[in-house]
């Protein structure tokens, strides 16, 4: 895209930043810095590969997209239709590395060209790109060091995506026109917002919650990716949560790598996707003290070993897990009755 043009776009987005009911999410508050990161490593690329089983609970679900991590959200985004997109990680680094992808959406009017752009013969443009879409010099040389340690990894992920879509006969928004100009739109009209942003800290998830209120709009899609197994629920990540406008149509997606509970097979996750309604149940419930103790009451999802949905809250699902319980106690003693009048008999013959 020339210059000019890209300017313009740029202008454009940030002009749009002025609509009254949006300036909250552009003024979003950031947390502070965490003192170390999980296994002091910078997550630029999502691993989890079957995010298509979170097509169907996704799909079409407007209002507000809030997602952590990198390129799943645009996925995940582009899914749901969402209205807004609040792209939020506690690494820096990560919300340096969507404002590559943000140059990029802009400049790019393709899906084709948005994969052409991250290629390595084509790094001295992007990184003119960046330079042109951020005057700020923290933006641009965030920016800058996120592509030079990144870029090669995102080239590698997005073309692992497209053939994971491909084979699961699934949109993707780096392949499919529709899908790809719902994301390139939102970044056009300045409804994408990123932050750093900790789950469990003070500012930032509140200050969503309150701007999405000022806007109107309801959380469409929360996807927390593995975040949750790092930590418990504790007092402040269960305010957090009550804070954004979740209900019953409202869906959480997410991740879990822990032992005891399910996963997918030959992958590092279990996939499980959550009514709004019935997540806020659960965090009012004082017995519910980490993600693990939840999903060992969620059904599992039907033919995919891995994949549960949860949409009762905990007083139901403990009575459902206590009379499968019961069921198989029952199933048991009648075994061991029938073994027993067996065995009467066969002593009683000889």
Aim: aromatic share 8%; net charge positive.
């Amino acid at each position: 895209m020339p210059v000019l043009a890209l300017a313009v776009l740029l202008a454009t987005s940030a002009a749009t930043a002025s609509e009254p009911a949006l300036d909250a999410f552009a003024q979003l508050p950031a947390d502070p810095a965490p003192p170390a990161l999980i296994r002091d490593s910078h997550y630029w690329i999502s691993n989890e590969d079957h995010l298509g089983l979170f097509h169907e609970a996704v799909k079409d679900k407007g209002g507000l997209y809030l997602g952590v991590g990198s390129d799943q959200n645009y996925l995940l985004g582009a899914w749901a239709r969402a209205e807004l997109l609040v792209l939020m990680d506690f690494d820096q680094s990560i919300v340096d590395l969507h404002r590559v992808y943000r140059v990029i959406f802009l400049a790019a009017e393709t899906p084709e060209d948005f994969l052409r752009l991250w290629r390595r013969e084509n790094r001295a443009e992007l990184r003119r790109l960046i330079a042109e879409g951020y005057p700020d010099k923290k933006e641009r040389a965030g920016a800058l060091r996120a592509l030079g340690t990144a870029r090669g990894a995102v080239e590698r992920r997005l073309n692992r995506v497209v053939e994971q879509m491909a084979k699961a006969s699934l949109p993707c928004f780096l392949v499919d026109a529709a899908e790809y100009a719902h994301i390139r739109r939102l970044y056009q009209e300045d409804k994408v917002f990123m932050v750093r942003g900790d789950l469990t800290a003070r500012r930032t998830v509140s200050a969503i919650g309150r701007a999405a209120a000022r806007a109107g709009k309801k959380v469409g899609v929360l996807y927390l990716s593995n975040a949750e197994q790092y930590f418990p629920y504790e007092a402040k990540y269960r305010s957090n949560i009550r804070a954004l406008p979740l209900d019953e149509r409202s869906v959480v997606v997410r991740t879990s790598g822990q032992r005891g509970i399910s996963h997918v097979r030959g992958t590092y996750y279990h996939y499980n996707t959550q009514s709004g309604s019935s997540f806020l149940a659960w965090l009012a419930d004082a017995k519910t003290r980490d993600v693990r103790g939840m999903l060992r009451y969620a059904p599992g999802g039907g033919e995919v070993y891995g994949l549960s949905r949860l949409d009762i809250g905990p007083a139901e699902a403990r009575e459902v897990m206590k009379q499968k319980l019961l069921a198989k106690r029952q199933v048991k003693r009648g075994k061991r009755t029938r073994g027993l009048f067996r065995r009467a008999g066969a002593e009683a013959v000889q």
